[in-house]
């Protein structure tokens, strides 16, 4: 199939005009300008009007288990409040209720354009029920806070629970068959592991997470220096979470002098492996020279809207990019956002740092997120080889990239190279 489209953002070079994408099977196997792609190729031609054809986006930290809570916890006064207001609302959901929160999630994310997404959920049990729409990251999310010295048992029965599901793609017959080919080969659905926060999970889950991220090369996630709560907790040793946790059993040895920061470096010996972590918003001048010393860095996901909800600490975007560190943007969950669409969220983002081009804003959709899931040659743009995750939006000004930021319908969609 030839898609034809009058500009093809490539998110790998400059867009171009009067641009086509050739897809056989699932993948891209040439871009380029109409003419030239005609005289080379040949098939069905597929012409999408007036709009720019651009990479599927990319949702890079999400919990798809709490859609079924949008609406239901009004902005609280402190984010240990929120803590407790989402455990009150947790505490009436069954297994039948989360399957159906995920399935409705999965529905909305790809109604707005996201054919990817990094999912964290706390019920690793429920995937083998749930049919996979978009290409999925399942991250384990992990918490040992009432029973740290059963970390390694709890850590090893959400993997097992994971590679239960038909779509986990490291012992499906595709992936072998490309194993043997020597080609990377992406499914539909990878795993990785998300020891929730400092403040849930005890030192040695985040060891054993790593242990087993560097032996089966996967992915690892965490929320990290989040609140000024979190800040306060661990460097003060004191606060309203500190009291909360300490109020139910947690360990607290490891709070008054040290920044989140501090106490995540400590958490492992090496990081051998670069971390997508979320937020990162509270962070000293000290823990910036610690971010200078970090090798690989790790993966910065920024949720812009969910930021607002709490009103967080200023995001530090200048300054984690001008070290080296990647920056995504994901939705959170809709227990403190109001819909799992990106365009959305590029727009709140724009509001937040109204100097940051279109362009750039696109990457941190597009591009950013795909590195981080270490598929930047799969994902995240349009090129040759590339699997055949497009979509499409109106665009009539001369401001492309600002023009796709502002789309405020349902986009288009190619998932595995299939109109949707």
Sequence with gaps: MIIRSPIVVTMDGSPVNNGAVVVTEDRI??????????ARNSGEIFDLGERAILPGLINAHCHLDY???????PPQRSFTDWIRAINAQKSELSPEDYVASIKEGFAEAKRF???TIADLTAFPELIPDIPVPIRTWWFAELIDIRAPEHANEIVDSAIESVRSSPEFAASSPVSKRFRRRGIAALQTASWGLAPHALFTASKNLFKRC????????VLLTTHLAESREEMEMFREGSGPLYEFLEGIG???DDCGNKTPLQVFVGASGSRPLPWIVAHLNELTEGDFGLLQQFNPKFHIVHCPRSHDYFEHSPFELDRVRSLGFNVCLGTDSLASNDTLSLFDEMRAFQKQFPTVSGEEILKMVTANPARALHQENALGKIRSGAF?????VPVNGPGLFEEIVAFTGEPWMMMAGRVQ
Excluded: N, S, W, Y
Excluded at 210 to 217: D, L, N, T
Excluded at 388 to 392: E, H, P
């Design 29 to 38: 196997v040439d871009v380029g300008q109409f003419d030239q792609i005609r």
């Design 67 to 73: 859609t079924c809570l949008r609406g239901k916890i």
């Design 113 to 115: 354009g996201t054919t």
């Design 210 to 217: 790593e242990e087993i991220a560097e032996r089966e090369h």
């Design 250 to 252: 947690r360990p607290m």
């Design 388 to 392: 055949a995750d497009l979509i499409a």
